[in-house]
């Protein structure tokens, strides 16, 4: 993540319940051999699984499959899921065979019921009523007021989450999907659990990481990742500048650390969202960022403007505009080359750029 989470990010309450559902659930198969109302809690979130009959279906084909597995897979599912609900410890030391006992059958239906308890039934009526009302548009809401987590995109910082339109109710309101940090489809007892669920934008989610695994690249290398509530790599990432005359500069992404962890984790993060392909891909037109964001006049103003854009940026801008960290570590990269040449390109392009306008409007 670029930006960890704020302090006090808050929880959604219906993952929440889902998730405690089931662990309760998978304790109580142990030791049951018939399937029945009683694997689940007494209160209404139990209620409300075992009265949709989607749900329904999807927890007993799992009682069913694990109650058909050799040994003692009943427990070891149950236990590999309470030993690691702490899921700040799971990112320090990663069980990435944390599954591998269960057969196919068995991995398929905990595939197929966390899949739904995700998608389906976190929406029921009765789920949402037991968790106070506050349904995924609202905990979306809160996720992102400024108070919170703002409106860009955590792990890259060049995306907002949602477009927010005026006028319309805030269950009307779009909102971003929420990214399994740790992917459902290899991590399916996490598919709820509501430290392991995240807004991302759209880039980040659907087409950069996508089922992306943190802790195995696709190389088949292992890696570590940052725990998205406690740490973050803005303190470790900056631009450098090559060739700035060249046609077409060079602006690279740099890692500004030499602590082996920290950068095993950074590159995950490269490799799992795009990082520097995003960045470095963005700044190709440099020339159209600086008439974009400072439109100099001459080279003494845009000296003046990337000093100031080189400033520190507050908190609140980070999280209501886009690119806006990515573009201070680039002015401050400029701020440190001699921008004299750079200038006199610059204004030769305007200059034809304004002959080229005044002669179209000409007419010639």
């Avoid at 075992?50 to 927890?59: G, R």
Wanted: proline share 3%; net charge negative; hydrophobic share 40%.
């Amino acid at each position: 993540m670029l930006f960890r989470l704020v302090d006090g990010t808050p929880c959604f309450e219906v993952f929440r319940l889902l998730n405690l559902e089931l662990l309760h659930f998978l304790e109580e198969a142990i030791d049951k051999e018939d399937f029945g109302r009683q694997l689940f809690t007494a209160g209404a979130i139990g209620d409300a699984c075992w009265a949709n009959e989607n749900t329904l279906d999807k927890f007993q084909k799992l009682f069913v499959d694990l109650s058909n597995a050799d040994g003692d897979t009943k427990q070891q599912l149950f236990l590999a899921m309470q030993n690691n609900q702490d899921l700040e410890v799971f990112f320090g030391n990663p069980q990435r065979g944390l599954l591998d006992f269960l057969n196919g059958d068995c991995r398929s239906s905990l595939k197929e019921l966390s899949s739904h308890l995700y998608s389906a039934t976190k929406d029921l009526v009765p789920v949402v009523a037991a968790a106070g009302g506050v349904n995924i548009n609202s905990h979306f809401s809160d996720y992102r007021s400024l108070a919170n987590n703002g409106n860009v995109c955590k792990a890259c910082g060049m995306e907002k989450l949602a477009v927010i339109r005026a006028g319309i109710t805030e269950q009307r309101q779009w909102r971003s999907d929420y990214d399994h940090q740790l992917c459902k489809s290899k991590y399916p007892i996490f598919a709820v659990h509501p430290n392991n669920l995240i807004p991302l934008c759209s880039v980040c989610n659907q087409n950069a990481k996508r089922a992306k695994d943190l802790f195995n690249s696709t190389d088949g290398n292992t890696r570590l990742a940052f725990y998205p509530y406690t740490e973050e790599a803005r303190d470790f990432v900056g631009i450098e500048i090559s060739n700035l005359l060249d046609p077409e500069p060079a602006f690279s992404v740099f890692w500004s650390t030499e602590n082996e962890t920290v950068l095993d984790k950074l590159k995950t993060w490269d490799e799992v969202y795009e990082i520097r392909n995003r960045v470095e891909g963005q700044l190709r037109a440099i020339e159209d960022i600086i008439v974009d964001e400072i439109n100099p006049i001459d080279e003494a103003h845009l000296i003046r403007r990337i000093q100031d854009e080189a400033r520190p940026i507050v908190e609140d801008t980070l999280k209501r505009k886009e690119w806006v960290f990515w573009y201070q570590k680039l002015f401050a990269a400029l701020e440190l080359v001699d921008l004299a040449p750079f200038a006199a390109k610059l204004g030769f392009i305007q200059e034809q750029g304004a002959n080229g306008g005044e002669f179209i409007l000409s007419g010639g």
